[in-house]
């Protein structure tokens, strides 16, 4: 596969292959007509994302041929045998784990994870309720919308870190420690 005068070449063809889907042929032609567009020095980036692009598609084609395709790199001239991405299985919708989820999923380390999710709780508390303490002596009330503030600033992080291996026991630490201190501080400004 090679971009030439404008045109995508698909060399190579075999009597057996299967036609090109029509969105993969249109690709192709504005890809050959970028292609010719950024040969020109001093255009690096755009050369790159035409290599980039150049080799998804050969991918592409390999994956509607059934066999590996010669890319052609339209910058350097090199030639690069592209193979099909086969893509994996797919997990049910309500089974995908987040993509920060690089580990595989095994029994929960509750030794480790607990002192952990209980240190980030200790330090949140004494965080918020001094940084509290010293908001209400300077403006009063105001502390609570505030930390109310805080709260639902740090709310939708810690619920998508519940799922991370190790950010999910910081995440419950630092939920727990906003608990805390919401107790303690509304124990002190009542008592």
């Not at 045998?81 to 997990?91: E, H």
């Amino acid at each position: 596969m090679r971009a030439a005068g404008g045109r995508v070449e698909l060399g190579d063809g075999r009597p057996g292959d299967p036609p090109l889907p029509d969105d993969l042929e249109s690709a192709l032609r504005e890809w050959a007509a970028f292609a010719v567009a950024v040969d020109r020095p001093g255009a690096d980036v755009e050369q790159d994302l035409v290599r980039r692009r150049g080799r998804q598609l050969a991918s592409r084609v390999a994956r509607v041929r059934g066999r590996p395709v010669d890319f052609v790199d339209p910058v350097s001239g090199s030639v690069e045998s592209m193979r099909a991405a086969v893509p994996g299985p797919r997990a049910p919708v309500g089974a995908r784990r987040s993509p920060l989820a690089v580990e595989p999923p095994g029994p929960t380390p509750w030794a480790t994870g607990l002192p952990v999710a209980a240190f980030f709780a200790v330090l949140v508390t004494m965080a918020d309720v001094l940084l509290s303490t010293t908001f209400a002596e300077a403006f009063g009330l105001w502390w609570v919308p505030a930390n109310l503030l805080v709260g639902l600033g740090l709310a939708p992080s810690l619920y998508l870190l519940r799922v991370v291996p190790f950010w999910r026991w910081p995440a419950l630490g630092t939920a727990a420690g906003l608990v805390v201190a919401w107790v303690v501080l509304l124990a002190g400004a009542l008592g």
